[in-house]
């Protein structure tokens, strides 16, 4: 069995684990830069390779401390080092929390495969979600190969019977969960609209596909495809159930103090659903089910 660590034991690891606590921090730092760039440039439809980072002001590319994650933002006190112009705080959150997802990944499934494999499939998801946010639209590049990626990933884990404390461990799991995670919200987003366009869109069914709302895109059943291939059906459930309810909130939250938000991006909710499902997923279930009388 894979070492699990929890904040409080963390000073009590090896120098080896240590080792690759702080790799592993590294690497989600600089993942965390990575994201930024294609968060920017994926909707733009430009390399994410070429041109070097650049101010969006005054267009002069960035010295390579200018780059360190987290640190530089702060050296520059969040302003281009050339022109002077505010740098969006939103950079050095992005690193941030790919950093502390990556973190929790390690802590939870140690030095090991998966960890590599699910630290991969964090850095996905915060990408889609940041585009998500920003355009209400998520990638098909970021989603549909990555599903069969996992389900090729659940094949070989199967055949080769690699060790390691997989989440879906065979194909037929992993086509399960892609199945029932993407079904079940495909099913959502066809009733939402047939219902909205029917009685809500000026009480008239458009006809016309051109004419009818959108109350929910595919960019969310093709997420939902790809989690569920690394964490199976069960789990995927679970996912769409904790996205809902951390998208209410949001909606509830932002109503109370007054904004008032025409469309709300379901693919961050479903994200952060995800990634406490890939934690501790299973041990939600077990204490529900531990409350109840089944």
């Known amino acids: 069995m894979t070492p699990t660590y929890s904040p ?35 909707p733009a439809d430009l ?60 802590l939870r499934f140690g030095a090991s495969l998966p960890t590599v494999v699910y630290c991969l499939l964090a850095l996905d998801l915060i990408i889609a979600s940041g585009i998500d946010w920003d355009h209400l639209w998520i990638p098909r590049l970021l989603t549909r190969p990555g599903t069969i990626v996992g389900l090729v990933l659940a094949t070989l884990i199967w055949f080769f019977k690699w060790p390691g404390e997989w989440i879906v461990a065979t194909p037929w799991d992993a086509l399960l969960g892609a199945c029932v995670g993407g079904g079940v ?53 679970l996912t769409i159930f904790l996205g809902s309810l951390f998208g209410s909130l949001f909606g509830l939250i932002t109503r109370f103090y007054g904004y ?18 890939l934690l501790w997923g299973h041990d939600l279930i077990d204490w529900y089910f531990s409350q109840t009388s089944f």
């Open 8 to 42: 409080a034991t963390v000073c009590l690891m090896s120098i080896s684990d240590w080792f690759f606590f702080v790799l592993t921090v590294l690497i989600g730092l600089v993942s965390g830069s990575f994201a930024n760039v294609c968060i920017l440039r994926i």
């Open 47 to 106: 390399s994410i390779v070429f041109p070097a980072s650049h101010c969006f002001s005054c267009g002069r590319a960035l010295l390579w401390r200018d780059n360190i994650p987290l640190l530089s933002y702060v050296l520059l006190r969040g302003k281009c080092r050339w022109c002077a112009a505010p740098i969006s705080p939103r950079y050095p959150f992005i690193e941030f929390l790919t950093c502390a997802a990556f973190t929790g990944i390690y």
């Open 185 to 237: 919200i495909y099913l959502v987003r066809f009733v939402a609209n047939w219902y909205y366009n029917k009685y809500r869109n000026f009480s008239v069914y458009k006809e016309n596909a051109e004419d009818r709302i959108e109350t929910m895109g595919l960019g969310d059943v093709d997420l939902m495809l790809l989690i569920g291939a690394f964490i199976g059906w069960d789990l995927a459930l």
């Open 260 to 277: 008032k938000l025409i469309k709300i991006p379901f693919g961050p909710y479903l994200a952060l659903g995800a990634y406490l499902c």
